[in-house]
């Protein structure tokens, strides 16, 4: 563990470093769990021994059933939900162990229904669009603008939104991502007026801003901005459990009632004690030490910009940015991404994202200027190693096609198929989700058009090495289309 101002690591709680056990219940349930020599005689079927498989059971315990006050229960969940809902300033905040996908389902699930329509961000996971399909709701997409000069995509217009819903009044629900998988960010304040004047919520996939608005440096979480239901995916920006997410709800424009309904139905009835915990701890240090933990990194993010830029790198900046999204652009440089992730790889180093013309680090709190700082120093090296002649920017497939519905998500996805070459699939319509990843945003999705331009486009990211998921055929040699 990095040592930080509160002590070194060495002189706490191994279990409590930072002193949250009493402003978190349920991490000071899964303590006492961990310091109580126990019987259990339920699941998980491990009991607790670490002689069977090993220490990557310790620490995992259930969910009991009723309402035990000093375990993780019902009734601890709940309290624990309440203190992140007061934080944030939610009517409800719902917990979520299958990461911020589960929670995206459940979302669209509350606000449209079977033959509703809703305005979609193309921007948006491809979890977004499986709740598309199982809500059997009809997106109506719409696109942020591109920069040009990096071929990523900036913020989505209150103005287009604002046309879109007058084209289509009976929409439901508008649903946006935001900050971007590149840090990007829209003006929600404009775009939950334009919403809500229609009536309507604003849905934020939000699942990279857990951190925002506990930093005057930081934008405002999306919530305190005028959004409706805000998806976060806690292990991303925080330090919690893969699959740790939290969903906060403001009850003017969504019913309440209706959203746990459907949250309840897409989590597991199994949730893991300690996946929950870590949720409840990470809300915690926020609220206690969110501001000094993160002023640090952020400061050492904009240095490490300043060093990229000095040694010819570019990298997005700009006062519409994540200051802790670290996004290089190796287009003018000539180095290709997939070397310079070759070389820090072999240091033991792995970044987020790398493909030909970006490299994208996940920079977090957990962090420490050192390691930024190395970092930095290990890319400089490794570009310089690899500098070639500068190349024209692209647009990225997921935000360079305009997507052509032919027939709904869901009709198209449960729908009968049929496997064709690649050269005989343009016209046709796609059966599959397909995406390069990350970032996870559709290029195809269900029921679209598949045409000579988004063929292209996934070649083109195929072959710079980006994987192409969700696709039965990643080699794109097949796709699979509904019959004629």
Known sequence: MPQHAFGAATLLDPKDPMGLRKHAPLLDAWIRDMETDRSPFQIPGHKGRTDLTGAIVDGDIPVLPGNHPHRIS????????????????????????????GSNHAAVMAVAGPGDKVIVSRTLHKSVLVGLVYAGVVPVWIRPEINVATGLPEYLPSSHLAETLAEHPDAKAVLI???????????????????????????????????????????????????????????????????????L?????????????????????????????????????????????????????????????????????????????????????????????????????????????????????????????????????????????????????????????????????????????????VGRVSAEIICPYPPGVPVLSPGELITEQALQALFDARDSGVRIAFVADPTLTTLKVLPL
Not at 198 to 211: E, R, S
């Open 74 to 101: 019902p009734s601890l969940i709940l309290e624990a939900e309440a203190l992140a809902a007061n934080l944030w300033g939610a009517s409800l905040c719902r917990f979520g162990v299958n990461g911020s996908s």
């Open 177 to 247: 991502g935001e900050p971007s998988y590149v840090g990007t960010m829209s003006n929600i304040p404009r775009l939950a007026k334009v919403a809500h004047d229609h009536g309507i919520p604003l849905v934020v996939d939000a699942a990279w801003a857990a951190h925002y608005g506990f930093h005057p440096e930081l934008p405002n979480h999306p919530l305190a901005e005028g959004a409706d239901i805000v998806v976060t995916s806690a292990h991303k920006t925080l330090p919690s459990y893969s699959q740790a997410s939290f969903v």
């Open 249 to 425: 709800v403001r009850d003017e424009f969504v019913d309440l009632a209706r959203f746990n309904k459907m949250f309840d139905a897409t989590q597991t009835t199994s949730m893991s004690g300690r996946i929950l915990a870590s949720i409840d701890a990470a809300r915690a240090l926020l609220e206690r030490h969110g501001k000094e933990l993160i002023g640090p990194v952020i400061e050492a993010t904009e240095v490490g910009r300043a060093q990229l830029r000095a040694a010819g790198i570019d990298v997005i900046d700009g006062e519409y940015i994540d200051p802790l999204k670290l996004v290089i652009l190796l287009s003018s440089c000539g180095a290709d991404g997939n070397a310079i992730e070759a070389d820090l790889l072999a240091a033991n180093i792995d970044v987020e994202m790398a493909n030909r013309d970006l490299i994208i680090p996940m920079i977090t709190f957990a962090d420490t200027p050192d390691r930024i700082q190395d970092l930095i120093r290990r890319i400089i090296a490794s570009v310089e190693a690899h500098t070639g002649d500068p190349r024209p920017i692209k647009i990225a497939p997921a935000f360079s096609i305009a997507p052509e519905v032919v027939v709904t998500p869901r009709e198209a996805f449960f729908a009968k198929h049929e496997e064709v070459a690649a050269a005989d699939a």
